[in-house]
Every structure is written in structure tokens, then in C-alpha cells.
């Protein structure tokens, strides 16, 4: 089992910035590929940024050169680091912890971010 918490979530104006931080305990996360999905109201939740056990990170378009996801094996802890925001990045933002070629999948409960025009 893995427990994933994030933090850093809030409220910013357009253009800001806001760094998301999910912590994990339980199994070593090292062994898992971890990721940021988000979910807007009336939407479906999207893959937003990932980062496999090797550092490998891949993005979605829409976020691509302005988020940066990394990860600190020895802290257990994966970030977000957002800038530039949008008022389309508004959404609730979970944590994703998923165990390469398995259905092993694990998710924190989220946290809200909301980019003001």
C-alpha cells in the first residue's frame, strides 16, 4: 500500500505560479512511476504530468513549458511546479502513484487549484 498527500494547493491570479507537493508513505515509492492528474468541474480527470522510476517526465500539451514535474526518491515526495498559470488550469489536482506493467495504481484525495482572470 501506498498513502499519497498532497499540499500546496490555492487560490492565485493568472500568470502566478503554485508548487503542488504529494508526499508517500507506505512502500517505497521509488519503485513506482508517479504523476499529476487534474480534474475540472463538469470534466473528465486528465493526465497532467509524469515522471517514470528513471526521471523520465512526459506532459501534457497543454502544460508543456510551463509545468515541471520532478521527484525526491529519498524524501518519498513528487512536485509540481507550476507557472504561468491559466484560469483553464483551475481544477482539483491528485497525486498518482502507479506500480510499472501492473494495475497497481494508487491516488491521494486531491487539491483544489483555482486561477483567477
Known amino acids: 500500500q501506498v498513502q499519497l498527500v498532497e499540499s500546496g494547493g490555492g487560490l492565485v491570479q493568472a500568470g502566478g505560479s503554485l508548487r503542488l507537493s504529494c508526499s508517500a508513505s507506505g512502500r517505497t515509492s521509488s519503485s513506482y512511476a508517479m504523476g499529476w492528474f487534474r480534474q475540472a468541474p463538469g470534466k473528465e480527470r486528465e493526465s497532467v504530468a509524469d515522471i517514470s522510476t528513471g526521471g523520465i517526465t512526459t506532459y501534457a500539451d497543454s502544460v508543456k513549458g510551463r509545468f515541471a514535474i520532478s521527484r525526491d526518491n529519498a524524501k518519498n515526495t513528487v512536485s509540481l511546479q507550476m507557472n504561468s498559470l491559466k484560469p483553464e488550469d483551475t481544477a482539483i489536482y491528485y497525486c498518482?502513484?502507479?506500480?510499472?506493467?501492473?494495475?497497481?495504481?494508487?491516488w491521494g484525495r486531491g487539491t483544489q487549484v483555482t486561477v483567477s482572470s
Open positions: 498518482n502513484a502507479k506500480l510499472p506493467f501492473t494495475p497497481t495504481n494508487y
